[in-house]
């Protein structure tokens, strides 16, 4: 089992930043890729970053290439994702995953594990 925990969340003014985090605690020495979706209401999950734990490779969704990244501390098992010039479009809850076997997937059944979420709130 692994566990996840997010933090950082909160109210930001469009343009600005926040930087979530995501700890992982439990069997981590499985995880092969760690991720970020999102969820707005009346919206599905959708796919945001995913780094690969061991290589560090990653992958973004088209929305927020160039304004996120994502990083990680392996000595910390802690994942980060590094939020720049939000917009309004980006308010949802944030949630981690972990993904044991299937590396830099997109959908969110390929994951194994999540957190409890964070929401972000983007005000215009």
């Known amino acids: 089992q692994v566990q996840l925990v997010e933090s950082g969340g909160g109210l930001v003014q469009a343009g600005g930043s926040l930087r979530l985090s995501c700890a992982a605690s439990?069997?981590?020495?499985?995880?092969?890729?760690m991720g970020w979706f999102r969820q707005a209401p009346g919206k599905e999950r959708e796919f945001v970053a995913a780094?690969?734990?061991?290589?560090?490779?990653?992958r973004y969704a088209d929305s927020v290439k160039g304004r996120f990244t994502i990083s990680r501390d392996n000595a910390k098992n802690t994942v980060y994702l590094q939020m720049n010039s939000l917009a309004p479009e980006d308010t949802a809850v944030y949630y981690c995953?972990?993904?044991?076997?299937?590396?830099?997937?997109?959908?969110?059944?390929?994951?194994?594990?999540w957190g409890q979420g964070t929401q972000v709130t983007v005000s215009s």
């Open positions: 995953a972990a993904d044991i076997d299937h590396g830099l997937q997109v959908g969110p059944n390929y994951y194994d594990y």
């Open positions: 439990g069997r981590t020495f499985n995880i092969n890729t």
């Open positions: 780094i690969s734990w061991r290589g560090g490779s990653t």
